[in-house]
């Protein structure tokens, strides 16, 4: 089992920037990919970026030269850091880990979701 807690969420003015964190707790072990996943009302749900245990990243085109995702080994901690913020970027992101097999990724553990609010 694997425990997944997020923080810092919250409302932030377009041009800002915001920093999401997910620290894992238990068996984590099982892991070796993590990832960053958002959904706004009306929406279906995006994967905005991912990184590997050997620290290879990816993004969605939206975000890309915008968003950094990286991790703290030391500190069974992934983060998110959001810069240049736009009104579009407002949804409830959620921490996501997982295995990376061959070309195929499977994210078996959700965390709480944290809300992002970006005003105009």
């Known amino acids: 089992q694997v425990q997944l807690v997020e923080s810092g969420g919250g409302l932030v003015q377009a041009g800002g920037s915001l920093r999401l964190s997910c620290a894992a707790s238990?068996?984590?072990?099982?892991?070796?990919?993590m990832g960053w996943y958002r959904q706004a009302p009306g929406k279906q749900r995006q994967l905005v970026a991912t990184?590997?245990?050997?620290?290879?990243?990816d993004y969605t085109d939206s975000v890309k030269g915008r968003f950094t995702i990286s991790r703290d080994s030391t500190k069974n901690t992934v983060y998110l850091q959001m810069n240049s913020l736009k009104p579009e970027d407002t949804a409830v992101y959620y921490c996501?880990?997982?295995?990376?097999?061959?070309?195929?990724?499977?994210?078996?553990?959700w965390g709480q979701g944290t809300q992002v609010t970006v005003s105009s």
């Open positions: 990184i590997t245990s050997a620290d290879n990243t």
């Open positions: 238990g068996s984590i072990g099982s892991i070796n990919t």
């Open positions: 996501a880990a997982g295995t990376l097999r061959g070309l195929v990724r499977s994210f078996n553990y």
